[in-house]
């Protein structure tokens, strides 16, 4: 609702209140500044209102008294987007954070399900999994603090979707409240089920424009009996291509994990991460970290990791590797990767990317982009890495040594139109994995004309006939 009022009346806010009770409706701006923040400092929260329902029922309430009074309301998971789709845009908005929906439902072993409300922290969900013998295999960096609503409504991906797919690869059924109020009774377990269009398909991805996610069906799957983790040297990224090809063929779906990444990234890691070190005894141009899962023994992993590697020696296309020797071993070797976004603060400014290209584009995006940035910005820092199995590439670029932040910044959009116009003019997409929100709003409007567009606006406008929900995000 961009022609939203620009304060919510003070008894407006008095029947919202009522809903869930003084304790969880927050006014207090030192109480609201957490859910107002978010983790680029792109964006600043502007509502004074936060709602913290308990329960299907609640949403449900303050949604039909949001639809009668026109009131925008905004969804919040776990705060952790990067594109500004869960930061409330005007003081008149209500944000309305589903943190207290927080319980496992139910574990199912025989179904191999796990049904969980929108306020469970992922990894939380990962422990239940876990205590059940089996695994849940979404898997972020954020994965700590980001919630299972916010997971599914970003459709996001992460490390694992190489041989698990994305969030929405994961989810059986939901459940979600309509704008109206109305209550969507869709958890389902059901791997077969073909009556009509899949509404749940398009409430996965939609960032919270169509419906409130309030709980979730997701799958699980046997736990590994074994897992090889190591770290590569290559010369290039076409080598890195080179090794994904073949660890596809070595492994097949027991290649879970393919992450790349270039060697100023790992510098990045290694300066600003307590306790970090080199996995390799020299310096490389690019990394890759490869995890390799057998359900049959540690000991077919083992092998399976050591075959490829070997192989890739013998063809010239690695330099150097070293396999994790223990589970500790293992966990920092994935804390190097996960590490890298946040390391790269420390720098100065930093414009991002998330684009993703055709698998076998990589090397050609990188060598056409590097060029691009570093024409437009002499002495930029490219720091890149991200999932080659799935052609998606955090393209971030951290601000020329000694040059002014905030000149620097200010090209944000150049230089975004700069890196998306290649990524596109591969049949790529300039947002892989974080979503829309406010960041990228605009130039999906310019991107995708005609049909497309016309008939996510008629979704919207379906779902959502005031355009009270999460206004002003993706449509």
């Known amino acids: ?133 089996l695994l849940l295999p979404l898997s972020l960096g954020s994965e700590g603090s980001c919630q299972i609503g916010g997971n599914l409504s970003s459709n996001a991906g ?17 459940e979600a409240v309509l704008p109206s109020g109305e209550v969507i009774e869709g958890l389902r377990r059901l791997r077969k089920d073909n009556r009509g269009y899949d509404w749940k398909d398009l409430l996965i991805g939609a960032e919270g424009t169509l419906a409130v996610i309030t709980a979730a069906v997701l799958k699980l799957f046997p736990k590994p009996a074994g897992r090889e983790v ?26 879970t994990g393919f992450e790349f990444m270039a060697r100023i990234a790992m510098e ?32 077919d992993a083992r092998e399976t990791m050591e075959t490829l590697l070997g192989e890739a020696f013998e063809e010239g296309i690695v330099e150097d590797a070293a396999i994790a020797q223990s589970l500790g071993d ?14 790269q603060k420390p720098e100065g400014g930093s414009i991002k990317h998330d684009v993703g290209v055709p698998v076998a584009r990589v090397p050609d995006f990188l060598r056409e982009a590097d060029a691009a940035v570093l024409n437009a910005v002499p002495g930029a820092r490219i720091v890149a890495f991200g999932h080659l199995g799935d052609g998606n590439i955090h393209y971030n ?55 497309e567009i016309e008939l996510m606006r008629a979704l919207k406008a379906t779902f959502d006939p005031f355009r009270i929900l999460n206004p002003g995000k993706l449509v």
């Not at 076409?238 to 090809?245: I, S």
């Not at 293992?330 to 390391?343: H, L, N, V």
């Open 397 to 451: 670029i951290s601000q020329p040594v000694g040059a002014d932040k905030a000149a620097f910044l200010d090209r944000w959009g150049e230089i975004n139109e700069l890196v998306h116009g290649i990524a596109l003019s591969m049949n790529g997409t300039f947002s892989a994995e974080h979503g829309i929100g406010q960041l990228k709003r605009d130039e999906l409007a310019r991107v995708k004309q005609g049909p």
């Open 268 to 299: 990045f890691t290694l300066k600003h991460t307590q306790g970090a070190r080199d996995p390799l005894a020299a310096p490389h141009p690019w990394y890759v970290l490869v995890e390799i899962s057998s359900q049959r023994s540690a000991e």
């Open 158 to 174: 992460g490390t694992a979707v190489i041989a698990y797919g994305n969030a929405r690869d994961l989810c059986l059924g939901l």
């Open 1 to 133: 609702m961009d022609d939203a009022p620009l304060s919510l009346a003070p008894d407006l806010a008095s029947r919202f209140a009522a809903i869930v009770g003084p304790a969880n409706a927050l006014t207090d701006a030192d109480l609201i500044r957490p859910y107002l923040t978010e983790p680029r400092d792109l964006y600043r929260g502007a509502a004074r209102l936060v709602l913290r329902p308990k329960s299907t029922e609640e949403v449900a309430a303050i949604l039909r008294l949001a639809s009668e009074t026109r009131t925008p309301v905004v969804p919040q998971g776990g705060n952790t987007g990067l594109v500004g789709g869960q930061s409330p845009r005007s003081p008149a908005e209500v944000l309305l954070s589903l943190s207290r929906l927080d319980r496992i439902r139910e574990v199912d072993p025989v179904g191999r399900v796990l049904v969980a409300e929108a306020g469970v922290v992922l990894a939380k969900a990962q422990e239940a999994a876990n205590a059940a013998g």
């Open 230 to 255: 190591a770290y590569v040297g290559l010369a290039s990224p076409a080598q890195a291509l080179r090794l994904l090809g073949r660890a596809q063929d070595r492994a097949g779906g027991q290649l």
């Open 330 to 343: 293992a966990a920092d070797f994935w804390r190097m990767r996960e590490e890298m976004s946040w390391a």
